[in-house]
């Protein structure tokens, strides 16, 4: 299943609203750890998403607001058996033989298990997925 949360988006509440916004030509800047989180993880229990709706409400803390200047103009949910993949989608550049202006970004996963995000490459979603299984399967050490 995939969701979209595009430009409607109602951003009221957004603690990201009126973030800086880097200079001209410069990637954008990281996006801010969600509230209560510290470097080296959350301060308490994370929210375990039920649903993609859930899921994407977790996953648009780590994005810049939906329709903001260098920000996605949606986010989608991919939903696959261990969690939930958020992507943004981004406008299409004005010529598309020039190099990316932002290159790089990721995608965000939401474990369904623990509510556990991580950040994997900005790659089609069914090989983001691939490369999130096969991250989890070296942490638990499974092959």
């Given at each position: 299943?995939t969701m979209c ?87 299409a550049p004005e ?49």
């Amino acid at each position: 299943m995939t969701m979209c949360d595009g430009p409607a988006d109602d951003r009221a509440g957004d603690d990201r609203a009126g973030a800086p916004v880097p200079p001209p030509g410069q990637p954008p800047y990281p996006p801010p750890l969600p509230p209560g989180s510290t470097p080296s993880g959350p301060a308490g229990p994370r929210q375990v998403p039920a649903t993609p709706g859930e899921a994407l409400g977790i996953g648009r803390r780590h994005f810049p607001p939906v329709g903001s200047p260098g920000g996605p103009i949606s986010l989608f949910v991919h939903e696959f058996d261990d969690g939930y993949l958020i992507h943004g989608g981004w406008p299409a550049p004005e010529d598309p033989a020039a190099m990316p202006a932002e290159p790089g970004g990721s995608h965000v996963v939401i474990s369904r298990t623990d509510g556990g995000v991580t950040f994997v490459p900005n790659f089609p979603p069914e090989r983001a997925v691939e490369i999130y299984h096969r991250s989890r399967r070296r942490r638990s050490g499974t092959s």
